[in-house]
């Protein structure tokens, strides 16, 4: 006689089992918010260059226009680390899921608001104000999306393929830029200069609500990661995840923090400083530079999956050494590669974010790898956006006031020192805080 009160039919049984994301929608849900995220970060980095400075900051001096553009433009990074807070605590408290929607809302409703506003010459100083406002919106939103993206792969991920799947968001970065970039020579080629500065730039901006519609419903199909789903099963979840991180985490978050240094200095020199120079001071038109741009985002884009071979066979720490190092000697040939020709700067760029990919594509997982489950969506979003702070939200701004300054080789020097400061921080750092 079968018991009825413990024997359940296969269509019960299938019920009481927890929903499983599948490799290929985790990767992909991963994968699609960031490239979304750095699609609209990237499409504001390159009109900082070609659009504000004309539009938002008139000025009698194209380089104090400059200067000031970048300013605005490393506002986005000292936003990023209260996002990582905000979005930290309830993706900590709440789960990865809820919080990845509201981190891709609050990036998307900033961009589409950026392409929407009056210039200066219609309502003056309340222009640029309120450009700076939504470009902190855009940095509130990626200082929490990061986090949970890469904690959305590495969670999910099956024993010895952590580095492997948290490649995978990190891919967004790339996949972003050369559609940002992209879609600016399109409209380059298919309109005026005078309709393009009129309402052409305007465009990315607005139409990156499509993307954002594409992102959230991936987003909205996917589950609860297992790891946390663990963590709220054995009552783990801290009260407040940021002073559990400075109570019992500070070495974890200062040395993440300058580890992560020499990776945000190489790629803002690379993409925002390097398209300043090359058309302001080096002669080249915008379109020959956005592509020169691309080719080296496309050695960018196939050097991360290569590191996250690397990682899981090697281990992350080495990866990130050895890159490191190369980072450093390619400091001391960036200024001479940039000035000798077209050939040269496809060079500078190919071999630059090259180098990118290889440290890029391991620091996600390196970084989340020191946290525990109950607070790791805060640790990591803050190590990460710290280190935005400090490597990428004055880089084009100090790497212009070198260039102006003193040379196109200071700015190479400024580069090697990031690289030395990365290298020293990975050294003090133990094997299983950048490998667990």
Known sequence: MTDATTSLSPKDSALHQPAVNSPARVLFASLVGTTIEFFDFYVYATAAVIIFPHLFFPSADPTSAMLQSFATFSIAFFARPFGAVVFGHFGDKVGRKATLVAALMTMGI???????????????????????????????????????????????????????????????????????????????????????????WRIPFIASVLLVIVGLYVRLKITET????????????????????????K?????????????????????????SWGTAKLGYSREQFLVVQMAGVVFFGLMIPVSGILSDRFGRRLVLVLTTI???????????????????????????????GLTYGPIGAALAAPFPTAV?????????????????????????????????????????????????????????????
Request: with cysteine.
């Open 251 to 275: 070495r974890s978050l200062v040395l993440g923090t300058f580890v992560a240094l020499a990776t945000f200095v190489l790629f803002y020199l690379m993409t925002v400083f390097s398209l």
């Open 326 to 356: 190369g980072i450093g000697i390619f400091g001391l040939v960036m200024a001479p590669l940039m000035t000798s020709g077209l050939g040269g700067a496809f060079a500078s760029s190919i071999i630059g974010l090259g180098l990118m």
């Open 226 to 249: 297992p790891e946390f789903q663990k963590a709220i099963d054995k009552h783990e979840r801290v009260e407040v995840p940021v002073a559990a991180i400075f109570r019992s985490h």
């Open 110 to 200: 900033s961009t589409v608001v950026i392409g929407l506003l009056p210039t200066y010459a219609t309502i003056g100083i309340a222009a640029p104000l309120l450009l700076a406002l939504c470009r902190f919106g855009q940095g509130l939103g990626l200082g929490g999306e990061w986090g949970g993206a890469v904690l959305l792969a590495t969670e999910n991920a099956p024993e010895g393929k952590r580095s492997w799947y948290a490649m995978f968001p990190q891919l967004g970065a790339p996949i972003g830029f050369i559609l940002s970039a992209g879609t600016f020579l399109v409209l380059g080629e298919v309109m005026s200069e005078e309709a393009f500065l009129a309402w052409g």
């Open 376 to 436: 790791r969506y805060t640790g990591a979003s803050m190590t990460f956006n710290l280190a935005g702070i400090f490597g990428a939200s004055l880089a084009p701004y100090i790497a212009t006031w070198l260039a102006t300054n003193y040379s196109l080789g200071h700015v190479g020097y400024y580069l090697l020192a990031a690289a030395l400061i990365t290298l020293v921080c990975l050294l003090l750092s133990k094997e299983e805080e950048v490998s667990g």
